[in-house]
């Protein structure tokens, strides 16, 4: 069974700060996935890696599968960037989802 | 942009009774998925579905759930008796490949009395 942890639960950033989120599991996985929920409970896809690094705007998501363990960076953070953001891994179809880590970006 | 959607937004029920959650993927993906999330924890996986069977479940998903896709469009999921304990947000999924990037529904969130 995996377990996913993500670090940390919750954190505040004034505008413009660099934001890192990590992701760790426990078993091997094809892939790995970084959602976005928003405050009123909506999800959003925002990358699905399996190796390396992606980047999408002024998000950025890395991954290290000998380490088993990912990042979520966010760039020049802004208020809308106010979301909870959530690990979920996956060996299959099946999505093991980590608790997710509250990000509030303060203007 | 192909968006999935789901029906009610909103479902209240009394204990025992039946429910059927609303889904309509996007329409040229294949696989179908069920998640819940209980108020304040950790989304969960509940089924997935592939030509128009169950290929994977949890062990949530016991006999009280069932998924059914009905025609060309909708996705849908029963859960038979309601209890207290099925009160969560459920949101559907869908995508185009196996293990690929899935596209969540704005979620249902059932209430149960």
């Known amino acids: 069974k995996n377990e996913v942890e993500q670090s940390p639960q919750n954190l505040t950033a004034q505008e413009g700060e660099f934001i890192t989120i990590n992701c760790s599991y426990s078993v091997g996985i094809s892939a790995l996935h970084w959602l976005q929920q928003h405050p009123g409970g909506g999800i959003v896809s925002l990358f699905m890696l399996s190796s390396g690094k992606k980047k999408h705007g002024r998000l950025i998501a890395t991954i290290n599968i000998q380490e088993k363990h990912s990042s979520l960076h966010i760039t020049a953070s802004h208020p809308r960037d106010s979301a909870v953001y959530i690990c979920a891994v996956g060996g299959s179809e099946k999505l093991v989802f980590g608790k997710g880590t509250k990000l509030t970006v303060n203007p | 942009e192909p968006e999935v959607t789901q029906t009610p937004s909103h479902q209240v029920t009394q204990m025992g009774q039946e429910v059927i959650l609303r889904c309509v993927p996007i329409s040229n993906h294949l696989y179908f998925y069920w998640y819940r999330q209980i108020l304040g924890q950790k989304v969960e996986f509940l089924v997935s579905f592939y030509n128009n069977e169950i290929s994977e479940k949890s062990e949530i998903f016991d006999d009280q759930f069932s998924v059914e896709r009905p025609d060309g469009s909708n996705f849908t999921l029963k859960i038979r008796s309601t209890k207290l304990e099925d009160s969560a947000m459920y949101f559907c999924?869908?995508?185009?490949?196996?293990?690929?990037?899935?596209?969540f529904g704005p979620g249902t969130r059932l209430t149960v009395l």
């Open positions: 999924a869908s995508s185009e490949v196996g293990g690929g990037t899935q596209y």
